[in-house]
Every structure is written in structure tokens, then in C-alpha cells.
């Protein structure tokens, strides 16, 4: 039986690589992936998804627009898909999130959701909102904070390091603008009792 799955972190917890791997491992065995990534983080290229640690690999875009289930069912038609690999997962819409779900259970192909699950201000993104409420299978990929706790949360920093409290949910960046933090850490730089 397929699942829809969501693997979710805080930045920095190696989310793309392990997304990378997945694929290299069904690739390698002679199996088709899709690979997606939000149309708007074109931090490593439009159409790329790359991590960290110096891999990547083109990818097809989405935005909110973008009817999922029909992108993949027009994917599959052309090479038979033995799964789906989303990146920046935390940008899909409700609806997109629910297109994933009929495509693990009436096509039968496993989707793989990668993604932050809070925005710098500890509230949830709408694709991980209802990603943790609807996937068959949930996993949480560790980083830590400076403390050495295991980091949940992220801040947003100006270039100067000063926190960032107030603002639109989405700013895309990375390292240089944000800083994983334990719930404790967070709560001081945030000011939150």
C-alpha cells in the first residue's frame, strides 16, 4: 500500500539530501521518480533542488496554482512513477496537500514529503498543517541548537544578527538569514514567556 509521507525539521537538518538519497535509491534501481520543489526557492536554480552538502538534481516546479494530481498523473503517463519526492513541502496548499493523498492511495505511488513544519514565529505552515493531519506516516529529522538541544524552531536574523520578530511568513534563504534554535532559545530571542 502507498502512503503519503512528511518528514519535517527545522532548517538545517539535512532534509534535501535524505530527499536526494531516496531518489538516487529508486533510481539506481531501475525506478522512476518525480522530484518537485516550490517555484518560488530558486536559491540553487529554477527547477533545482540542491542540498547543503553539494547535491543536487533538476526538479519540476509548483506553486499554488499548480493542480498536482494532474502534473503527476501526466508524469506518470510518460514513464510509470515508483514515487514522488516533494521539497519545500511546507508551501504546498491544502489542496495540493490532499492531491498527494489521492495520488499514494488511488494510483498507488508512495509521495515523500519533505519540509519545515513552524515559520520563524513558531506558527505552522499550510502545507505542514495539513500535511501533520493528514500523512499516513510522520517523521521529525533532528538538528540541533547551539546548546546542543535538539533544535525545533527557527529565528530569522538580519545580515547585522539582530532577530527578526515581525514579517511575512515566506522569505527564502538559508544560513544567512536563519538560525535553528531549541523551543527554549527560541522563546528568549522571541520574547515569548
Same mark, same amino acid.
Given at each position: ?41 530558486? %536559491? =540553487? ?6 542540498? %547543503? ?88 529529522? %533532528? ?7 535538539? =533544535? ?12 527578526? %520578530? ?28
Amino acid at each position: 500500500m502507498a502512503k503519503l509521507y512528511f518528514s519535517y525539521s527545522a532548517m538545517n537538518a539535512g532534509k534535501t539530501t535524505i530527499l536526494l538519497q531516496a531518489s538516487h535509491n529508486y533510481n539506481e534501481r531501475g525506478m522512476n521518480t518525480l522530484l518537485l520543489t516550490a517555484q518560488l526557492d530558486d %536559491r =540553487a536554480g529554477a527547477g533545482t533542488i540542491a542540498s %547543503r552538502i553539494g547535491l543536487s538534481s533538476p526538479a519540476q516546479t509548483f506553486h499554488a496554482e499548480t493542480n498536482l494530481g494532474e502534473l503527476i498523473t501526466n508524469a506518470h503517463q510518460q514513464a510509470h512513477l515508483s514515487c514522488v519526492l516533494v521539497d519545500e513541502a511546507q508551501f504546498l496548499t491544502s489542496a495540493q496537500v490532499w492531491d498527494l493523498a489521492a495520488v499514494a492511495d488511488n494510483m498507488k505511488i508512495p509521495v515523500m514529503c519533505y519540509g519545515l513544519r513552524t515559520d520563524f514565529q513558531g506558527n505552522l505552515f499550510e502545507g505542514s498543517a495539513t500535511l501533520l493531519a493528514v500523512a499516513d506516516n510522520l517523521r521529525e529529522i %533532528r538538528t540541533i541548537c547551539h546548546c546542543g538541544s535538539k =533544535a525545533t524552531m527557527v529565528v530569522r536574523q538580519t545580515q547585522g544578527g539582530d532577530v527578526i %520578530r515581525e514579517g511575512d511568513q515566506i522569505e527564502i534563504g538559508g544560513n544567512d538569514k536563519y538560525v535553528s534554535l531549541c523551543r527554549k532559545h527560541w522563546s528568549e530571542v522571541m520574547g515569548r514567556p
